[in-house]
């Protein structure tokens, strides 16, 4: 089975398990904190991927990192996932964590690349437009990149809206290439 699926299978046991026990916004925020460790730590993401090292060492450094700031209910699950020598799924398990959540709370993730950082009236709209759109709460991500020198390139989910400059200036030149009678000239 991939890593993948094993990843989901977790995450999915632990999201029941802790909106059954009605810790389930906790347990989020202790998953991202372990996403959010992971992404920081070069060293800890090596350390967990490492084969050489035993899974009772990761587990104690897991239990040394973590303790006193997650629920125990992710400690728990930690543990369990070490017994099964399956710390090198966590980051996975993490990643698929919070994907099922956000389907489970009907969140929608959006991410806005614009050439000028958004004013706080077009956020507004924007957000508002997209709720409409798709029904979900919506979690905007905001990215600036000069090189599109105008518009925005806007991701919701596997959609994707190019309306910058940069874009539109390539389709002109692309017309401008394929026209015969402007390569005659």
Excluded at 44 to 53: D, E, G, H, V, W
Excluded at 67 to 93: C, H, P, Y
């Amino acid at each position: 089975m991939s890593d993948i699926r094993v990843a989901s299978r977790y995450a999915k046991s632990l999201l029941e398990l802790a909106d059954e026990q009605g810790v389930l916004e906790k347990v989020q925020q202790d998953m991202q904190l372990f996403s959010k460790t992971v992404k920081q730590s070069r060293d800890f993401k090596l350390m967990l991927q490492n084969p050489i090292i035993k899974s009772d060492k990761k587990l104690a450094v897991i239990n040394a990192v973590f303790s006193g700031k997650i629920q125990q209910m992710t400690q728990s699950f930690f543990n369990i996932v070490a017994r099964k020598d399956r710390e090198t799924l966590l980051e996975d398990i993490a990643e698929q964590f919070e994907k099922q959540y956000n389907e489970f709370k009907g969140i929608q993730l959006a991410k806005v690349v614009s050439a000028v950082p958004l004013s706080a009236a077009l956020r507004e709209e924007l957000g508002r437009k997209l709720v409409a759109q798709t029904g979900k709460t919506i979690v905007l991500e905001e990215e600036v990149d000069s090189t599109l020198i105008g518009g925005f390139l806007l991701r919701v989910g596997d959609k994707q809206i190019d309306s910058s400059v940069k874009n539109s200036l390539r389709k002109l030149r692309n017309k401008f290439k394929d026209n015969p009678y402007i390569n005659q000239l």
